[in-house]
């Protein structure tokens, strides 16, 4: 019902930045905190980043002060913007949405919705 799309990973060198983002479409009622979550291989998948819809932020401590997140409410997207980039954050890095749906009549509650991930790598 809610459709989450990444775009923006790459190789990068250390030092250097990308910028992701992830529109979110679909039968979507309302969407709550958006987020950004990464997975290293062999890893349990954590959180980077999340923001509430009003702006309040949260950030991992491994990226604060290098990363900062930002949503455009109008247009139903998050962004990353990742600087001083380290080969530590190589990951794939997922999008993440708490959103409520409205489709066919039916009113589905909030749950959380994933994209389908981006490869971000850090080259040192």
């Known amino acids: 019902q809610v459709h989450l799309v990444e775009s923006g990973g790459g190789l990068v060198q250390a030092g250097e930045s990308l910028r992701l983002s992830c529109a979110a479409s679909?039968?979507?009622?309302?969407?709550?905190?958006m987020g950004w979550y990464l997975q290293a291989p062999g890893k349990q998948r954590e959180l980077v980043a999340n923001?509430?819809?009003?702006?309040?932020?949260n950030y991992a401590d491994s990226v604060k002060g290098r990363f900062t997140i930002s949503r455009d409410n109008a247009k139903n997207t998050v962004y990353l913007q990742m600087n001083s980039l380290k080969p530590d954050d190589t990951a794939v890095y997922y999008c993440?949405?708490?959103?409520?749906?409205?489709?066919?009549?039916?009113?589905?509650?909030?749950?959380?919705?994933w994209g389908q991930g981006t490869q971000v790598t850090v080259s040192s």
């Open positions: 993440n949405a708490d959103a409520s749906a409205y489709w066919t009549g039916r009113y589905y509650p909030r749950r959380d919705y």
């Open positions: 679909g039968s979507i009622f309302r969407i709550y905190d």
């Open positions: 923001i509430t819809s009003g702006g309040s932020t």
